[in-house]
């Protein structure tokens, strides 16, 4: 579920970095100018593979719910 959010969070990334940093960031290589669509989904999908190895708790389940019979 979470990688269809980058996908979707990619898109308007992409049409932006690509619109904008030729304009304003000129002096960057032209690599960087314009990036693929591809490339982009997976800087989101790394992002999320990060946060959920940095954060487990908000990502998996384990711990929050505990059993009040077992007190």
Request: charged share 10%; with cysteine.
């Amino acid at each position: 579920m979470s990688y269809w959010v980058a996908v979707f969070l990619s898109i308007p990334f992409y049409f932006l970095w690509n619109y904008l940093v030729p304009i304003y960031a000129s002096q960057l290589p032209l690599v960087y100018q314009h990036i693929p669509f591809w490339h982009c989904v997976g800087l989101f999908a790394l992002v999320i593979i990060v946060r959920a190895l940095l954060f487990p708790s908000r990502f998996f389940w384990y711990g929050k719910h505990k059993n009040r019979c077992d007190d």
